[in-house]
């Protein structure tokens, strides 16, 4: 069969509801079925979490890349699944040249996941990426026609499985323990009959940290944006905006862009295209940067004006500095399990928000003394 890239999917005309990634299921990666969950559970918790937790913002640093001179950079291993042999599954990326110029399958993903790094990075947000593991698997035994689809599926609903789904998360559960895989990425084959696009469970907490990835959906703008969801990212702390810049040295003409974790509607104007980072408040960009249509090549996107990447209300890597430190604990090795849990006095505190108080105050900029108890699990680096 032949396979093709998915260059230029348009989210406008697939997605399942106002803002939402385009997904097979309102379960998986729709940020917008605004659950208790995901509109005060999960800000909380990162509210909780920014209240204890270092920051490295890019107003606090100058640069991005300078944030690792004042916090330690937090390292998040993935454990990287795909249901063919190595060789078979990377070859089409190859023939497409969309494998960074490597031709190994371990190779590939340190490259690729390099790049993701560097978005996170270049936004601010001490955090690495490090691909731990990566293996083909076979899961015919659990069901010979349909486990490559039905796997997508079991790993965006791992709270709550269905009975179908319990076998697979019965699998990869032990699998992420004996790698110590903070996050499990299931990297699938082009026509597996699972969900239409690439999925995460928003904010799902250690036990629930897998994502799906397409075919296509390994590159760094959606890989970065479905382990955005792990950390917390939402659709709508993206930036979508317009401005004046060339694609690839073309002519600069009023164009859209926006930052990775954006999943709107577009503006109607001419190609739009992902600046490849994050929402940042305060952060700015200005002539040569990665950019890309969300699912395709590396391109540059020349601005020749400053443009905002973020303000207040739109600030995805508050967040996801906050979560990093604790996703970064989520597994490892010699202790296979470490769940983050609130201090004593954020639960207390939960407990009033949750009766009435306002999510908003625990996600202001204050900042408060760092309790003892609050020190948390971190892997370093120098
Ligand atoms: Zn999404």
Request: charged fraction near 15%.
């Amino acid at each position: 069969m032949l396979e093709r890239p998915l260059a230029g999917f348009d989210f406008a005309s697939a997605r399942v509801g106002p803002g939402g990634c385009a997904a097979a299921t309102g379960r998986i990666d729709d940020v917008d079925a605004r659950s208790l969950h995901q509109t005060i559970v999960l800000p909380l918790l990162a509210g909780l979490l920014w209240l204890g937790a270092p920051h490295a913002r890019a107003g606090d640093v100058g640069t991005a890349g300078e944030a690792s001179n004042f916090l330690p950079t937090s390292t998040i291993d993935v454990l990287v699944v795909y249901p063919r042999p190595a060789a078979e599954h990377l070859a089409s990326l190859i023939a497409w040249n969309r494998a960074w110029g490597e031709t190994e399958m371990g190779a590939f993903l340190d490259a690729n996941f390099a790049r993701v790094t560097q978005i996170y990075q270049q936004s601010g947000i001490p955090v690495e990426f490090r691909i731990v593991h990566h293996e083909a698997v076979d899961f015919s035994n659990i069901d010979p026609n349909n486990w490559k689809a039905t796997l997508s599926f079991a790993l965006m609903s791992p709270g709550d499985p269905i009975a179908a789904h319990i076998p697979y998360l019965d699998v990869v559960g032990p699998l992420r323990e004996l790698h110590g895989a903070d996050l499990l990425i299931y990297w699938r084959q082009i026509g597996d009959a699972g969900p239409t696009s690439n999925g995460a469970n928003p904010g799902g907490g250690a036990d629930k940290a897998y994502a799906q990835l397409t075919y296509t959906g390994v590159n760094p703008p959606i890989a970065a944006h479905e382990t955005g969801h792990l950390l917390g990212g939402q659709h709508q702390n993206g930036v979508q905006g317009t401005a004046s810049f060339s694609i690839a040295g073309d002519t600069a003409q009023l164009r859209e862009y926006r930052t990775v974790m954006t999943v709107a509607v577009p503006l109607g104007l001419d190609a739009y295209r992902y600046v490849w980072r994050f929402s940042n408040a305060g952060d700015s960009v200005a002539g040569d940067n990665d950019c890309s249509a969300f699912s395709a090549v590396l391109e540059t996107c020349h601005f020749p004006d400053t443009v905002s990447l973020g303000d207040a209300s739109h600030d995805s890597a508050s967040i996801l500095s906050a979560m990093a430190p604790v996703v970064a604990g989520f597994r490892s090795p010699a202790s296979p399990v470490v769940v983050p849990a609130a201090p004593v006095w954020a639960q207390g505190l939960l407990g009033l928000v949750l009766a009435g108080a306002g999510v908003g105050v625990l996600l202001g900029p204050q900042r408060t003394a760092l309790p003892p108890a609050l020190t948390r699990r971190r892997r370093t680096r120098s």
